[in-house]
């Protein structure tokens, strides 16, 4: 055996795919694609043990809840979600004249240095290493259970695996190796032209998979003991104001409003300079139970995807961008979400919908790496239109092998008989069986009894609770 070749060909491959990966960025040309949404489409049961709890323990409709067709109508006469109708989150801040931001070109306005591209390459190749069998398809076998990754809802983190969590973050936030930093490095991927190939239609989930896929192994760069964690934005959908849940403590995300200065990402700046803010709940609006109950009543991709023949109802992407204008600040606009690192617990949320929404196709014979075929969509949203990494395609971010590589840890329930959320950020409505924030004050927290019958009453916490007819 030639030794020597055998090192020339396995750096020429390493070379090899660098430059895929290069290429691919800097060949992306974009074209919008927005389209208006209409259909209806027939009802099919769920239910699920695999991932989030998905059945009430007081109704035999699973995540049922009073609500209307309108996802974001409140039940009260002022609404705090309503939506800006015309704003649209691919539209760039007027009020930032970084051209960084810019999405109206067809051509990718961030233009990503040599050590930018270089770092993207390194990622992708290490996440290559991690889904063996992606590209080809072949010679593929299950990975040990010690290489895929669990990924828990945030607030189910011990104290340790949360602090860990934490402190990779900010590493690659500290990291200037890469400019600006590693962790703004990976943020800008999902700005300028990407954003019309990962938005807008059937290609979203599966882009949005393979970039979650690419910051988590960045994140187990640094340590290979963390995973993503999800945020369940159903258990703050229960507070009138869900700004006042302890998720946006200093123990946890850190400030709800205005410049972010406590918690774990205090004072960050993003690559604009500005400060990294935050607009809890001053607009826009969160997933109930009852909104993801009718996503998985679908039988086929196509009725979930944003297209012109999808029911707003079931449109999974339209829900996902009112909770970014529900989170605003820095996540309002697309091209500057992932800023924040509150976007990848939203879209890891959003991964797991999709994830229980494969299962349920494949219960019923559907499967799930066929990619909609969806008329007049957008060029940028077939099945082999490149997602820019490396050489993968959306029907790439589609796949069975990629979706084997996680598993998800179900989102806190409760009952009668297990009173517990299992976090001590979270308390027990038992009447409903569902999980329910503490509220982010410190003599509420310090003298609250968990558990106690009239924690509810005594506490004031009945005038903090949408009041549904049919929980």
């Excluded at 961030?110 to 072949?138: C, I, T, W």
């Excluded at 774990?264 to 935050?278: E, G, I, M, Q, V």
Aim: aromatic residues 10%.
């Amino acid at each position: 055996m030639n030794t020597s070749s055998t090192v020339d060909n396995s750096l020429g491959s390493k070379m090899m795919t660098s430059l895929v990966f290069i290429s691919s960025l800097l060949l992306c040309v974009l074209k919008p694609s927005l389209t208006e949404l209409n259909t209806t489409v027939e009802l099919l049961s769920f239910n699920s043990t695999k991932y989030v709890s998905i059945q009430s323990t007081t109704t035999n409709t699973p995540f049922e809840l009073n609500t209307t067709d309108t996802p974001f109508e409140s039940n009260t006469t002022d609404d705090p979600f309503e939506t800006d109708a015309t704003e649209d989150p691919l539209e760039v801040d007027e009020d930032d004249d970084s051209s960084n931001n810019d999405t109206s070109s067809d051509e990718p306005p961030y233009r990503y240095s040599e050590d930018q591209l270089s770092y993207y390459a390194h990622l992708y190749e290490k996440f290559m290493e991690r889904v063996p069998g992606l590209l080809d398809r072949q010679n593929v076998t299950s990975l040990p259970p010690s290489k895929i990754c669990l990924r828990k809802e945030y607030r189910l983190l011990s104290d340790q695996e949360r602090a860990r969590f934490h402190s990779a973050i900010n590493t690659l936030k500290n990291d200037i190796s890469v400019r600006p930093n590693k962790y703004d490095a990976i943020a800008l991927i999902h700005s300028g032209g990407n954003l019309k190939v990962a938005h807008r239609g059937p290609g979203f989930l599966g882009w949005h998979r393979l970039y979650l896929m690419i910051y988590e192994t960045a994140l187990q760069e640094v340590d290979p003991s963390v995973c993503l964690t999800y945020w369940d934005t159903t258990i703050e959908s229960r507070l009138y104001d869900p700004s006042e849940s302890s998720l946006w403590s200093h123990e946890l995300l850190g400030s709800p409003e205005g410049r972010v200065t406590s918690g774990p990402f205090a004072n960050w700046t993003t690559p604009t300079d500005k400060p990294l803010s935050r607009e809890i709940a001053q607009d826009g609006g969160l997933f109930t139970p009852k909104i993801i109950s009718d996503i998985l009543s679908r039988s086929r991709p196509e009725e979930i995807t944003t297209s012109n023949t999808t029911k707003p109802k079931f449109d999974l992407e339209s829900f996902h961008e009112g909770v970014h204008a529900f989170c605003g600040g820095a996540m309002k606009l697309f091209a500057t979400a992932a800023f924040d690192p509150l976007f990848y617990l939203l879209h890891t949320f959003i991964d797991l919908i999709w994830s229980l929404f494969r299962d349920n196709l494949k219960k019923h014979g559907v499967d799930p790496e066929t990619f909609p075929v969806i008329k007049n969509s957008s060029h940028l949203h077939s099945s082999n239109s490149p997602t820019y990494f490396g050489n993968l395609t959306h029907t790439d971010g589609y796949s069975e092998i990629l979706a084997n590589s996680v598993t998800y840890w179900k989102s806190p329930v409760c009952n009668e008989t297990k009173p517990d959320c299992d976090s001590r950020f979270l308390i027990c409505e038992k009447e409903s069986g569902r999980c329910l924030p503490t509220i982010s004050n410190d003599t509420i927290t310090a003298n609250m009894s968990m558990g106690e019958p009239d924690y509810f009453d005594d506490m004031g916490w009945t005038t903090r609770l949408v009041d549904f007819d049919d929980d």
